[in-house]
């Protein structure tokens, strides 16, 4: 069983940065791949970024591409998302999730793809 928390969401301006953290526990971080989704009120949950699990394959949404990177650091079991020129519409709860593979497969995903999630953190921005 893995837990997974994240943190660094809040309030900010449009054009504003952020960086999500998310911790994990209880499992081997460095064998699975990662993610991060979001979810909007209203709306289902969409997929925003993944990184495999040495990091040398990343994956995003086009609404994001060019603003949102997504790294992690094996050896404090942490994946990140730094979330630069922040738009409202980027304004959701984020989750991390383990995947149950090393692999990604680009920016397609089921729930059955994932085997963790994190509480969520809430990410707002103001126009």
């Known amino acids: 069983q893995v837990q997974l928390v994240e943190s660094g969401g809040g309030l900010v301006q449009a054009g504003g940065s952020l960086r999500l953290s998310c911790a994990a526990s209880?499992?081997?971080?460095?064998?699975?791949?990662m993610g991060w989704f979001r979810q909007a009120p209203g709306k289902e949950r969409e997929f925003v970024a993944a990184?495999?699990?040495?990091?040398?394959?990343?994956s995003y949404a086009d609404s994001v591409k060019g603003r949102f990177t997504i790294s992690r650091d094996n050896a404090k079991n942490t994946v990140y998302l730094q979330m630069n020129n922040l738009k409202p519409e980027d304004t959701a709860v984020y989750y991390c999730?383990?995947?149950?593979?090393?692999?990604?497969?680009?920016?397609?995903?089921?729930?059955?793809?994932?085997?963790?999630w994190g509480q969520g953190t809430q990410v707002t921005v103001s126009s």
């Open positions: 999730a383990m995947y149950q593979t090393s692999w990604i497969r680009g920016s397609r995903w089921s729930y059955s793809d994932l085997g963790s």
């Open positions: 209880g499992r081997t971080f460095s064998s699975y791949a």
């Open positions: 990184i495999s699990y040495r990091g040398s394959s990343t």
